[in-house]
């Protein structure tokens, strides 16, 4: 049986022709039959974000126990083989790890029941980067467990078996990238099945409806139901000068400037990615009004 030969884009950024170029090429992964292989050819490649490179490892991790996944030798450039090797995302084209730098946010993949070190992850990775705008430890430990409800999303309602997170510091930009990605239901897909469970008609834009504080498609539980990890994330966002986009299915939202856009992309996801950007740049200082990390507002 012959490889199937997979060329890897030239450029990809993280903006809505990234997303649709990159997962065109994933998805060569993602349908590819039980016992087939295929060669990972990255010979083109200049530059991809770091950050997306959580999109190709989901199809890596997705594919490789019913794949043969190999990658062309010698087709990775120096200057990404060195930033691969220091993110830990080289480890697929044994690559030596090279000690990591403060431009790289470590790719790293977790299982369903890893929510614990997904959370000791952010915080070390993210939350206490150097350079960040000053923010209150209350604020952290509540955006924290904000990014960790979107992890907890994945296997809740996408039915993953594992979730991928890589991200990068642009000195130039002064802006802190990182991306979650997960190969599991759409979101479309389950917000379709909760109203058909309540015998409601679903809203045109899956996407948009489950970024709605108090929105979910969680089973109500003491009163809660979830929907949460957006909702302050979304205010500080905001007020920072930030973005944060998701891409599932052929859905793609995109929110800055507390301005919120819906837009569909030529190609389809089997899955959920999630990108947050921070402006480092931020002079402001942001906390609670109360030290009770109770969804209170910013100020």
Known sequence: M????????KKVYSNKKGYETLIETVCSILD???GESCILDFSEVKWID??????????????????????????????????????GFGKYFNLSENKRYDTTVDYKVFGKTQAK???????ENLLTKS?????SS??????SNNIQEIFGNAPLHGECEKVISCGQYFHKKR??????????NTIKENVERFFSHINAKSPPHGIAWAVVEDNSTKEIVNGKSGGKGLALLKEFI???????????????WKYKNNDEKVDTISSNFPGTIVTIKIRMDDKKSYSLTSEVTDWDDLF
């Open 2 to 9: 012959s490889n199937k030969h997979i060329i890897i884009p």
């Open 32 to 34: 590819m039959k039980n």
């Open 50 to 87: 770091a950050n997306l490179l959580s999109i190709i490892g989901a199809a890596i991790e997705k594919r490789q126990n019913e794949c043969r996944i190999k990658y062309r030798s010698n087709s990775i450039n120096q200057k990404q083989a060195d930033l691969w090797g220091r993110n």
């Open 117 to 123: 070190d997904f959370g000791e992850y952010i915080d």
């Open 131 to 135: 350079g960040l705008p000053e923010i």
């Open 138 to 143: 209350a604020l952290k430990r509540t955006m």
């Open 175 to 184: 802006e802190l990238i990182f991306t979650i990605a997960d190969c599991g």
């Open 238 to 252: 905001s007020l920072n000068g930030g973005e944060i986009h998701i891409c599932s299915g052929k859905e793609i």
